[in-house]
Nanobody
Framework: QVQLVESGGGLVQAGGSLRLSCAAS????????MAWYRQAPGKQRELVAD???????NYADSVQGRFTISRDNAKNTVYLQMNSLKPEDTAVYYC???????????????WGQGTQVTVSS
């Protein structure tokens, strides 16, 4: 099993910044694609950004130029630097990872418990 633990959420004013972290732990053999998703009240969960093990990134149009995803493979950690935050960025942010373990070499999808980000106007 792989556990994902997010941290760094909170309340910030519009225009401010936050940095989310997500640390993966467990019986990890390979940590492949890692991503951040978010879900606002009454809306579907959506992809914010993802990053391959090699560092290739992909962003939702709504956050392009404001958010930066990065990862530290040695620490099995992915980050999301969020700048110029807007009230519409308010959501629960979830860490996602595609990974295999020593007990199951098949790539599987794992989710963190989520961290609340609230941007006040």
């Amino acid at each position: 099993q792989v556990q994902l633990v997010e941290s760094g959420g909170g309340l910030v004013q519009a225009g401010g910044s936050l940095r989310l972290s997500c640390a993966a732990s467990g019986n990890i053999f390979e940590l492949n694609l890692m991503a951040w998703y978010r879900q606002a009240p009454g809306k579907q969960r959506e992809l914010v950004a993802d990053i391959t093990r090699e560092g290739s990134t992909n962003y939702a149009d709504s956050v392009q130029g404001r958010f930066t995803i990065s990862r530290d493979n040695a620490k099995n950690t992915v980050y999301l630097q969020m700048n110029s935050l807007k009230p519409e960025d308010t959501a629960v942010y979830y860490c996602n990872a595609v990974a295999s373990t020593y007990s199951n070499w098949s790539l599987m999808n794992y989710w963190g418990q989520g961290t609340q980000v609230t941007v006040s106007s």
